[in-house]
Each structure stands twice: as C-alpha cells, then as structure tokens.
C-alpha cells in the first residue's frame, strides 16, 4: 500500500518546472530530523505533491517516489538520506495553503499544523480531497 507524501521547496532553488524538465530527481537538501524521519519511512511506490513554498504557497503537481531511502551521496553526514522522485503530472488548477486551512478536513495535517516541516505525511482521505480540489 503506498503512502503520500507533501514535498515543500522554494521554487526558486527547485520548482516543479525544473521536476519536469529533469522528469527525475535525487530529493535532497533535507537537515530537519522529523523531516528526514519522513523520509525514511519513504519507500519506492509513493506519491507526493510539491509544493511550492515563499509567495506561492501551493500544491502544484505529482510525483513518484522511486526509490527506497539511501544515504545523501553528496553529504558527509551519514544522518541525511534522500529518495529518488519521477514527475507526475501538474495539477489542474493549484492546491492553496489558504484553501487548505479553511477546509476543516486538513485541522490535523501536518501542512497546518507545522508549517516549517519540509516533508510532511498525508493520510489517505486527505490525499484523496487534494487531489479533488486539484483537479
């Protein structure tokens, strides 16, 4: 059974244009330890949203987690890990922070709850309502 994921990024350090023009990607960068414990608990089958962070403020598009977790083969720090993602497809019409917290549905998820956590899990039903409002 997969498990979904919300991966956050600063679309001007990596966007989901750039996911499209590259198809795949090692996702990398990640130094919070309950980010890099989501990370671990990744494996290959999963989905994820990206989304954009700064002004935008948006789940943007889909992608695949490909990989297992595997140590960050550019880090000199055997606590980071990274997965390898595949592009999906973009979403119809963005997925805002601003509807997110004002659908009752998402009180718990970890996109309102802590909102500086760069990988964040999302429950099945909730995964289902994203990708509805998205279209």
Not at 100 to 121: C, E, I, N, T, Y
Request: no cysteine; hydrophobic share 40%.
């Amino acid at each position: 059974m997969a498990n979904y994921w919300i991966l956050k990024t600063e679309p001007s350090s990596y966007s989901f244009d750039d996911l499209e023009g590259d198809t795949s990607t090692v996702w990398d960068g990640v130094k919070n330890a309950v980010a890099l414990k989501n990370i671990r608990a990744m494996r290959a089958g999963d989905e994820a949203l990206i989304y954009h962070t700064g002004g935008e403020k948006a789940a943007v598009g889909l992608a695949s987690i490909t990989s297992d977790p595997y140590p960050d083969p550019e880090a000199d720090d055997e606590r980071l890990v990274v997965v390898d993602l595949r592009v999906g497809r973009r979403l119809a019409s963005p997925v805002t922070l601003a509807q997110v917290k004002a659908d009752d549905a998402f009180a718990d998820l970890g996109l309102v709850r802590q909102g500086r956590l760069s990988v964040v899990p999302v429950p099945a039903a909730q995964w289902k309502r994203l990708l509805r409002m998205g279209g």
